[in-house]
Nanobody
Framework: QVQLVESGGGLVQPGGSLRLSCAAS????????MGWYRQAPGKQRELVAT???????NCVDSVKGRFTISRDNAKNMVYLQMDSLKLEDTATYYC????????????WGKGTLVTVSS
Protein backbone atom coordinates (compact mmCIF):
# COMPACT_ATOMS: atom_id res chain seq x y z
CA GLN A 1 0.00 0.00 0.00
CA VAL A 2 1.23 3.50 -0.77
CA GLN A 3 -0.41 6.88 -0.31
CA LEU A 4 0.44 9.66 -2.72
CA VAL A 5 0.04 13.37 -2.06
CA GLU A 6 0.50 15.94 -4.80
CA SER A 7 1.40 19.58 -4.35
CA GLY A 8 2.60 22.52 -6.37
CA GLY A 9 -0.41 23.29 -8.50
CA GLY A 10 -1.74 26.78 -8.99
CA LEU A 11 -2.44 29.57 -11.42
CA VAL A 12 0.21 30.45 -13.95
CA GLN A 13 0.33 32.55 -17.10
CA PRO A 14 1.00 31.03 -20.52
CA GLY A 15 4.71 30.52 -20.97
CA GLY A 16 5.27 30.17 -17.26
CA SER A 17 6.57 27.27 -15.20
CA LEU A 18 5.46 25.14 -12.29
CA ARG A 19 6.95 22.17 -10.50
CA LEU A 20 4.60 19.55 -9.17
CA SER A 21 5.66 17.30 -6.34
CA CYS A 22 4.34 13.92 -5.28
CA ALA A 23 5.15 12.61 -1.82
CA ALA A 24 4.86 8.88 -1.27
CA SER A 25 4.11 7.33 2.10
CA UNK A 26 6.81 4.70 1.74
CA UNK A 27 9.95 3.97 -0.18
CA UNK A 28 9.49 4.34 -3.91
CA UNK A 29 12.68 2.53 -4.85
CA UNK A 30 10.72 -0.69 -5.28
CA UNK A 31 7.85 0.93 -7.16
CA UNK A 32 8.21 -0.11 -10.77
CA UNK A 33 6.62 2.89 -12.43
CA MET A 34 5.88 6.37 -11.09
CA GLY A 35 3.96 8.76 -13.25
CA TRP A 36 1.83 11.80 -13.76
CA TYR A 37 -1.56 11.87 -15.40
CA ARG A 38 -3.94 14.75 -15.98
CA GLN A 39 -7.60 15.29 -16.50
CA ALA A 40 -9.01 18.42 -18.05
CA PRO A 41 -12.64 19.39 -17.50
CA GLY A 42 -14.91 17.25 -19.64
CA LYS A 43 -12.08 15.04 -20.82
CA GLN A 44 -10.69 11.65 -19.91
CA ARG A 45 -7.65 11.24 -17.75
CA GLU A 46 -4.52 10.97 -19.85
CA LEU A 47 -0.93 9.98 -19.34
CA VAL A 48 1.54 12.85 -19.08
CA ALA A 49 4.82 11.21 -18.16
CA THR A 50 6.19 8.11 -16.47
CA UNK A 51 9.50 7.03 -15.04
CA UNK A 52 10.56 3.49 -14.24
CA UNK A 53 12.61 2.42 -11.25
CA UNK A 54 15.48 2.01 -13.69
CA UNK A 55 15.24 5.62 -14.80
CA UNK A 56 13.59 5.22 -18.18
CA UNK A 57 11.13 7.98 -18.99
CA ASN A 58 8.20 8.35 -21.31
CA CYS A 59 5.91 11.26 -22.00
CA VAL A 60 3.04 12.20 -24.23
CA ASP A 61 3.98 14.05 -27.42
CA SER A 62 2.14 17.21 -26.42
CA VAL A 63 4.52 17.86 -23.51
CA LYS A 64 7.81 16.66 -24.98
CA GLY A 65 10.48 19.27 -24.62
CA ARG A 66 8.42 21.15 -22.05
CA PHE A 67 7.79 18.76 -19.14
CA THR A 68 10.36 16.70 -17.27
CA ILE A 69 9.64 13.92 -14.80
CA SER A 70 12.13 13.00 -12.13
CA ARG A 71 12.22 10.97 -8.95
CA ASP A 72 14.23 11.15 -5.75
CA ASN A 73 14.18 7.70 -4.20
CA ALA A 74 15.95 8.93 -1.06
CA LYS A 75 13.14 11.39 -0.36
CA ASN A 76 10.32 9.23 -1.73
CA MET A 77 9.40 12.05 -4.08
CA VAL A 78 8.44 12.35 -7.72
CA TYR A 79 8.44 15.64 -9.56
CA LEU A 80 7.03 17.08 -12.74
CA GLN A 81 8.80 20.18 -13.98
CA MET A 82 6.50 22.00 -16.36
CA ASP A 83 7.90 24.77 -18.54
CA SER A 84 6.44 26.81 -21.39
CA LEU A 85 2.96 26.11 -20.11
CA LYS A 86 0.06 26.44 -22.50
CA LEU A 87 -3.62 27.08 -21.99
CA GLU A 88 -4.32 23.48 -22.91
CA ASP A 89 -2.19 22.23 -20.03
CA THR A 90 -4.93 23.31 -17.66
CA ALA A 91 -6.04 20.21 -15.77
CA THR A 92 -5.96 18.37 -12.50
CA TYR A 93 -2.68 16.49 -12.31
CA TYR A 94 -2.53 13.12 -10.56
CA CYS A 95 0.42 11.20 -9.27
CA UNK A 96 0.40 7.49 -10.05
CA UNK A 97 2.33 4.51 -8.79
CA UNK A 98 2.35 1.03 -10.28
CA UNK A 99 3.75 -1.96 -8.46
CA UNK A 100 4.19 -4.93 -10.75
CA UNK A 101 4.10 -8.34 -9.16
CA UNK A 102 1.82 -11.29 -9.73
CA UNK A 103 -0.70 -8.55 -10.43
CA UNK A 104 -0.33 -4.86 -11.12
CA UNK A 105 -1.30 -2.68 -8.18
CA UNK A 106 -2.08 0.92 -9.06
CA UNK A 107 -2.25 3.82 -6.66
CA TRP A 108 -3.44 7.39 -7.19
CA GLY A 109 -3.14 10.67 -5.40
CA LYS A 110 -6.06 13.05 -5.08
CA GLY A 111 -4.66 15.49 -7.60
CA THR A 112 -3.49 19.07 -7.78
CA LEU A 113 -5.07 21.68 -10.03
CA VAL A 114 -3.00 23.53 -12.60
CA THR A 115 -4.64 26.50 -14.29
CA VAL A 116 -2.91 28.22 -17.16
CA SER A 117 -4.56 31.53 -17.87
CA SER A 118 -3.71 35.07 -18.81
Amino acid sequence: QVQLVESGGGLVQPGGSLRLSCAASRSISSINIMGWYRQAPGKQRELVATMTSGGSTNCVDSVKGRFTISRDNAKNMVYLQMDSLKLEDTATYYCNAQVIGLAVKTYWGKGTLVTVSS
